[in-house]
């Protein structure tokens, strides 16, 4: 996989504008954004009484029933089996995204593109997917309308493809967008990703970039500046 780019893109060009098919907040940002949109919380703000965690408004509460439901029920359950907050959020965003690609129709509904990502199953550390397969065995157990789905399946393609949001505290979400999965890694990238909020991932170019030639990112967050590229 690899991005080229097709004509010559300027500095400071926005690249891809992709939205997230899936996202999981973290238990640390668990009162701080939305569960459903990742916006930030407001005075209409609606704790879940199941997880704990917040929805910014009534009707993010309401859009975000059918995949909410599953994806409370696995945090309730995984939390109670002391997993990491880096398993069980890895965990529920999997839910989402096998829910959502499940039983809940939509225009945007790109499953075919999730499922299409890599997933290194073979070449995973050993301990990583043993991790996994103990919390997918939890997972089914709290959403049994998704026991036939493969869960270390999807949580290996998120760990591999996925992006993370964080703040000075620390992670905040993990998102899925399979759109944004075909970056490569480089130690001098030419193009970085952007600190937007919500399901919205943006990337930029960070010098001017010929065309054909490779476009690469790096996968250590670093302070990125499209407008002044170092």
Same mark, same amino acid.
């Given at each position: 996989?690899?991005?080229?780019?097709?004509?010559?893109?300027?500095?400071?060009?926005?690249?891809?504008?992709?939205?997230?098919?899936? =996202?999981?907040?973290?238990?640390?940002?668990?009162?701080?954004?939305?569960?459903?949109?990742?916006?930030?919380?407001?005075?209409?703000t609606?704790?879940?009484? !199941?997880?704990?965690?917040a929805?910014?408004?009534?009707?993010?509460?309401?859009a975000?029933?059918?995949?909410?439901?599953?994806?409370?029920a696995?945090?309730?359950?995984?939390?109670?089996?002391?997993?990491?907050?880096?398993?069980?959020t890895?965990?529920?965003?999997?839910?989402?995204?096998? =829910?959502?690609?499940?039983?809940?129709?939509?225009?945007?509904?790109?499953?075919?593109?999730?499922?299409?990502?890599?997933?290194?199953?073979?070449?995973?550390?050993?301990?990583?997917v043993?991790?996994?397969?103990?919390?997918e065995?939890?997972?089914?157990?709290?959403?049994?309308?998704?026991?036939?789905?493969?869960?270390v399946?999807?949580?290996?393609r998120?760990?591999s493809?996925?992006?993370?949001?964080?703040?000075?505290?620390g992670?905040?979400?993990?998102?899925?967008?399979?759109?944004?999965?075909?970056?490569?890694?480089?130690?001098?990238?030419?193009?970085?990703?952007?600190?937007?909020e !919500?399901?919205?991932?943006?990337?930029?170019?960070?010098?001017?970039?010929?065309?054909?030639?490779?476009?690469?990112?790096?996968?250590?967050?670093?302070?990125?500046d499209?407008?002044?590229?170092?």
């Amino acid at each position: 996989r690899f991005v080229v780019a097709s004509r010559e893109v300027a500095a400071g060009e926005l690249i891809l504008q992709a939205t997230a098919f899936a =996202a999981a907040v973290t238990p640390l940002a668990r009162k701080m954004i939305c569960i459903c949109c990742l916006g930030k919380l407001s005075e209409k703000t609606r704790l879940c009484d !199941g997880c704990g965690h917040a929805f910014c408004s009534e009707e993010c509460a309401e859009a975000d029933r059918p995949l909410h439901e599953v994806e409370c029920a696995v945090r309730r359950r995984l939390r109670g089996a002391n997993f990491n907050d880096f398993t069980l959020t890895l965990t529920a965003l999997a839910a989402r995204a096998l =829910a959502r690609g499940s039983f809940v129709a939509d225009d945007n509904n790109n499953k075919k593109e999730v499922l299409d990502l890599c997933c290194h199953r073979g070449s995973a550390p050993l301990q990583l997917v043993s991790d996994f397969r103990a919390a997918e065995r939890v997972a089914k157990r709290a959403a049994p309308q998704l026991a036939e789905q493969d869960f270390v399946g999807l949580m290996l393609r998120c760990f591999s493809n996925g992006f993370s949001r964080r703040d000075a505290e620390g992670e905040t979400a993990l998102l899925l967008a399979p759109a944004a999965a075909y970056f490569n890694h480089s130690c001098a990238p030419n193009a970085c990703r952007d600190s937007s909020e !919500g399901l919205q991932l943006q990337f930029w170019a960070l010098e001017t970039i010929s065309a054909g030639l490779p476009v690469h990112i790096s996968y250590v967050d670093l302070p990125c500046d499209p407008a002044e590229p170092n």
